[in-house]
């Protein structure tokens, strides 16, 4: 029988009922004018292990299959109703920088191509386009197989740590009330370090000098069209040496159809049959931080999308049977918090191609800026030089002001313009991977992070 154990809060303030003496990252709630102090509660232990990860997207997946595959008891939690974050519950269906990646990554293409879930070219090469659906049980399917503990509709609210500043639980709010999680080890995939923030430890956000965050966008899948009637329009093999040129043709549809779409170079990826996925709206000047710009700029893009494919379908023709099959659950967020960790990869070692001796991933995609400035027409900003291949190293994955605790995904310890390039969702997997695999070492051999090398951590 599993043993029950209790925290009592009151407020944000915490006192430990089991195990060492406990502080709150954040600090304790001040009554007054405008705000309320919650009465003490009992918060129960749901469950004690080796790693949890927080945050279920590629990072997350990749975290928790590479740490139970190490024999660690692992925890899984995400927020959404799916594994896979934004390749999912997001509809991103198109995956970046994933080429070079060995490991969890070209296990993950493979398993998709076998399932028949993965856009094919007609020469049998794979495209980076995947079938969302299929995406999903694979994911729920692999961390079965691994013997990942995985809780859905779960949201981490909290992180509570011992007297010498280390994470020992995380708690949780669902329909379950609210949990605390222990674990020896936790891994922040949540994409906008949430657990990591609420554990005390420090981040950048935003530009370094006008604090702005790329724009937001919200994918949809629409049915309805004839690959071979718009070739023109779309990703193929026959348009792939230039794809701007389909971009700005499909704006200009949309702009003859009465609608100027607010993403600049808006995108169709073929996915399957009559399947596609649409990428055209960006939403300025939110942020990944704030539920109620997350929720307006929700509204504001869904609207925009119907609004885009009405005018599209009333001009006939190649599109007269165009029709929105879903928008996507979560909105695609290309910015959150930057987590302050032992290493933060800057520009420059995007400039000067850097190697690092314990290097975690190859990066291989340039600076990808979408505009914070809706004013500007070219919707990717300029850097003014050309990236090299760089390595992200370990350390770039550990956190610098709290103890136990690592990252994963496009919360890792960055700059503005090298997040936007290790951001996507390729390195996001490798990034995972590597944290799992020293999570899982770590916990089970009851070091900190830090203190593992990575042969230790084998593949």
């Given at each position: 029988?599993?043993?029950?154990?209790?925290?009592?809060?009151?407020?944000?303030?915490?006192?430990a009922?089991?195990?060492?003496?406990?502080v709150?990252?954040?600090?304790?709630?001040?009554?007054?004018?405008?705000?309320?102090?919650?009465?003490?509660?009992a918060?129960?232990?749901?469950?004690?292990?080796?790693?949890?990860?927080?945050?279920?997207?590629?990072a997350?997946?990749?975290?928790?299959?590479?740490?139970?595959?190490?024999?660690?008891?692992?925890?899984?939690?995400?927020?959404h109703?799916?594994?896979?974050?934004?390749w999912?519950?997001?509809?991103?269906?198109?995956?970046?920088?994933s080429?070079?990646?060995?490991?969890?990554?070209?296990?993950l293409w493979?398993?998709?191509?076998k399932?028949?879930?993965?856009?094919?070219?007609?020469?049998g090469?794979?495209?980076?386009?995947?079938?969302?659906?299929a995406?999903?049980l694979?994911?729920?399917?692999?961390c079965?197989?691994a013997?990942?503990?995985?809780?859905?509709h779960?949201?981490?609210c909290?992180?509570?740590?011992?007297?010498?500043?280390?994470?020992?639980?995380?708690?949780?709010?669902?329909k379950?009330?609210?949990?605390?999680?222990?674990?020896k080890?936790?891994?922040?995939?949540?994409?906008?370090g949430?657990?990591a923030?609420?554990?005390?430890?420090?981040?950048d956000?935003?530009?370094?000098?006008?604090?702005?965050?790329?724009?937001?966008t919200?994918?949809?899948l629409?049915?309805?069209?004839?690959?071979?009637?718009i070739?023109?329009?779309?990703?193929?093999?026959?348009?792939?040496?230039n794809?701007?040129?389909?971009?700005?043709?499909?704006?200009?549809?949309?702009?003859r159809?009465?609608?100027?779409?607010?993403?600049?170079?808006?995108?169709?990826f073929?996915?399957?049959d009559?399947?596609?996925?649409?990428?055209?709206?960006?939403?300025?000047?939110v942020?990944?931080t704030?539920?109620?710009d997350i929720?307006?700029?929700?509204?504001?893009?869904r609207?925009?999308?119907n609004a885009?494919?009405?005018?599209?379908?009333?001009?006939?023709?190649?599109?007269?049977?165009?029709?929105?099959?879903?928008?996507?659950?979560?909105?695609?967020?290309r910015?959150g918090?930057?987590i302050?960790?032992?290493?933060?990869?800057?520009?420059?070692d995007?400039?000067?191609?850097?190697?690092?001796?314990?290097?975690?991933?190859r990066?291989?995609?340039?600076?990808?800026?979408h505009?914070?400035?809706?004013k500007?027409?070219?919707s990717?900003?300029?850097a003014g030089?050309?990236?090299?291949?760089?390595d992200?190293?370990l350390?770039a994955?550990?956190?610098?002001?709290?103890?136990?605790?690592?990252m994963?995904?496009?919360?890792?310890s960055?700059?503005?313009?090298a997040?936007?390039?290790y951001?996507v969702?390729?390195?996001?997997?490798?990034?995972?991977?590597?944290?799992g695999?020293?999570?899982?070492?770590?916990?089970?051999t009851?070091?900190l992070?830090?203190?593992?090398?990575l042969?230790?951590?084998?593949?």
């Amino acid at each position: 029988m599993q043993r029950r154990s209790f925290f009592k809060l009151a407020g944000l303030g915490t006192t430990a009922a089991l195990g060492a003496p406990l502080v709150r990252g954040a600090e304790r709630l001040i009554e007054k004018p405008g705000c309320v102090t919650e009465a003490a509660h009992a918060v129960p232990v749901a469950g004690e292990f080796d790693v949890i990860v927080c945050g279920a997207g590629p990072a997350g997946v990749a975290a928790a299959l590479a740490a139970a595959r190490r024999g660690a008891k692992t925890q899984l939690i995400e927020v959404h109703g799916c594994l896979g974050g934004i390749w999912t519950a997001g509809l991103l269906s198109w995956i970046l920088d994933s080429s070079n990646k060995a490991g969890i990554m070209a296990e993950l293409w493979k398993e998709l191509e076998k399932r028949g879930a993965r856009d094919m070219t007609s020469k049998g090469k794979g495209t980076n386009a995947y079938d969302t659906e299929a995406m999903k049980l694979m994911l729920e399917d692999l961390c079965t197989e691994a013997g990942v503990t995985v809780r859905l509709h779960t949201r981490v609210c909290a992180a509570l740590k011992n007297a010498a500043g280390r994470i020992e639980h995380a708690i949780t709010e669902s329909k379950s009330g609210r949990e605390a999680w222990r674990g020896k080890i936790f891994v922040d995939c949540t994409g906008e370090g949430d657990l990591a923030a609420q554990a005390g430890c420090g981040f950048d956000l935003g530009h370094p000098e006008t604090k702005l965050t790329q724009p937001m966008t919200l994918m949809a899948l629409v049915a309805g069209l004839v690959p071979s009637e718009i070739t023109e329009y779309y990703h193929s093999e026959e348009t792939a040496s230039n794809w701007n040129a389909t971009k700005d043709k499909l704006r200009a549809e949309m702009e003859r159809g009465g609608h100027s779409p607010s993403y600049a170079k808006p995108t169709l990826f073929h996915i399957r049959d009559h399947l596609f996925a649409l990428m055209t709206n960006h939403e300025y000047g939110v942020l990944g931080t704030s539920a109620a710009d997350i929720t307006r700029s929700t509204l504001q893009a869904r609207k925009e999308i119907n609004a885009l494919l009405d005018g599209l379908r009333g001009l006939g023709g190649i599109w007269k049977n165009l029709r929105l099959v879903v928008t996507a659950e979560q909105i695609g967020i290309r910015e959150g918090r930057r987590i302050h960790g032992l290493y933060t990869v800057t520009a420059d070692d995007l400039r000067e191609g850097r190697r690092h001796a314990d290097a975690v991933c190859r990066a291989t995609f340039g600076i990808d800026v979408h505009a914070t400035d809706p004013k500007k027409l070219k919707s990717i900003e300029k850097a003014g030089f050309r990236t090299k291949a760089y390595d992200i190293p370990l350390r770039a994955l550990i956190a610098k002001d709290v103890g136990g605790l690592m990252m994963a995904g496009r919360n890792i310890s960055g700059d503005f313009l090298a997040h936007s390039s290790y951001r996507v969702t390729g390195n996001s997997v490798a990034l995972g991977e590597a944290a799992g695999k020293v999570a899982a070492t770590a916990a089970k051999t009851n070091r900190l992070p830090q203190d593992v090398k990575l042969d230790e951590a084998p593949s």
